[in-house]
């Protein structure tokens, strides 16, 4: 007698906790802030359809299968939905949990194993990713991408890949070298001694951001030290299920910052800091590991979250001569994973003649969410185009943006709308002002949709 399959179930391994799924009432209040939801439209891709899942895969009422997978895989992470949940429901700790089963316990098609891997290897290891950067320069400077974007060749062959290539930064002459020293000292009296993480794609393709965080912590009365020996903050990993290179890459962090003795540990990318928060979590089973973990995470500062409690010392110019009006984009890993949202928008404000506009579904992710574009583009596709508009309509004339991925997201929108709007980092402008460098002058260079 041939017996019938059992539905595959989670193993056990940490599982999604039956607890964490039970506080869920099922009100829907999480499904109008739920960005795939609001695009896809289906029950199974809301926070409440997935906790659903979660339960029935769980009691081996469902199969972790290729369709209960692509349920899990159309989530952003944004975390829209633990914000808004009346109930206080940990979604976040349901799909960090759920992430690594699939992992372990599922098999993808080959094209998507190959495209996960070619992301994993390359982008948190900067060493490699600058390999690449002299054939993608000859690249851009032949103006290729006009030319492959222009045919749609490489969006009918792969549309993964056609995302891949849309979301290409700019090479620069910066981006094959690291230009800041192991330590900068503080500008006027040593308030505090701090520590600065250089990212992975931020070192290589937004240094202007590392080397203004840097000015500006100086140049407010901090002293910064830079380990050479850090590398990835473990995101991308951690975000997608890969356990073990995620808890590699964090105990590599830890190790590099230890014994420099210092106050707080800066991060300027929105992303890189809530996985770097989350360091108790992802090591909490390393018995070598699990307290240097939770002092680490315990000193672990957004940089506008440092600036705001610490005060800005250094005095602010106008960065031009008549008003500037701008819109500041929340970053999802900013507001709602670390529960950033005033500061930056304070930090701001202090600049004179600047006038800050909000958008309408400010908390509406832009659709980057780590590699999320490039692995459900069309999903993104939407997101995107959102957003932009929704930051257009403001009238802003410029966009600050508090994480890269953000930011290269917004560029790539704007300029398939043939707008030309600057979008910086906060703390880039906040260089400016402390330098007195003007936006309407020569000397100011800002990343534009071109």
């Known amino acids: 007698m041939t017996q019938t399959p059992q539905p595959l179930k989670f193993d056990l391994q940490s599982p999604p906790d039956p607890k964490l799924i039970d506080a869920c009432v099922h009100c829907g209040f999480c499904l109008s802030t739920c960005p795939s939801y609001r695009v896809i439209g289906k029950e199974t891709d809301s926070p409440r359809g997935r906790i659903y899942l979660m339960d029935a895969i769980n009691e081996g009422e469902a199969p972790l299968s290729e369709a209960s997978v692509q349920h899990f895989d159309s989530c952003l992470g944004c975390l829209a939905c633990v914000t808004t949940c009346p109930s206080g429901v940990q979604y976040d700790k349901l799909i960090s949990a759920t992430r690594p089963q699939i992992e372990r316990n599922h098999t993808r098609g080959l094209g998507d194993r190959l495209f996960r891997q070619l992301l994993f290897s390359l982008f948190p290891y900067p060493n490699r990713l600058r390999v690449l950067l002299l054939p993608l320069a000859f690249y851009q400077q032949l103006k290729l991408p006009q030319l492959i974007r222009s045919t749609g060749l490489l969006q009918k062959l792969s549309p993964r890949l056609a995302a891949m290539e849309s979301l290409l930064p700019t090479v620069t002459a910066k981006s094959f070298q690291d230009t800041l020293p192991d330590v900068i000292p503080a500008q006027g009296p040593k308030r505090y ?8 794609v931020q070192r290589l393709f937004f240094s202007d951001v590392n080397e203004a965080t840097a000015r500006v912590l100086s140049a407010n009365g901090c002293e910064v030290v830079i380990p050479k020996g850090q590398g990835c903050c473990a995101a991308l990993p951690q975000h997608q299920g890969q356990t073990e290179q995620a808890q590699a890459l964090a105990r590599q962090m830890i190790d590099s910052f230890e014994g420099t003795e210092v106050d707080a540990i800066i991060i300027n990318a929105a992303g890189c800091g809530h996985t770097l928060k989350e360091y108790d979590h992802i090591l909490q089973d390393d018995p070598d590991y699990r307290d ?9 500062k957004d940089v506008q979250e440092f600036l ?7 005095k602010l110019s106008p960065l031009q001569d008549a008003p500037l009006t701008l819109v500041y984009q929340d970053a999802c890993h900013l507001l709602h994973g670390q529960k950033i949202s005033f500061q930056p928008r304070q930090l701001l404000r202090q600049i004179p ?11 509406l992710c832009c659709g980057s969410a780590g590699v999320y574009n490039m692995l459900q583009p069309e999903v993104a596709e939407e997101l995107g185009q959102q957003k932009v508009d929704n930051l257009l309509n403001t009238g802003a004339t410029l966009i600050a943006s508090s994480n890269p991925g953000c930011s290269l997201q917004i560029l790539k929108h704007l300029e398939q709308k043939g707008k030309t709007i600057p979008v910086l980092h906060p703390i880039r402008l906040l260089d400016y002002s402390i330098r007195g460098i003007r936006l309407d002058g020569d000397s100011a260079e800002v990343e534009v949709a071109n």
């Open 353 to 363: 003649g600047v006038t800050l506009r909000e958008p309408i579904d400010a908390a």
């Open 308 to 314: 705001a409690s610490a005060g800005l010392t250094a």
């Open 193 to 200: 001694r701090v520590g600065l993480i250089l990212g992975c």
């Open 292 to 300: 240097k973990a939770k002092d680490f995470k315990a000193k672990v």
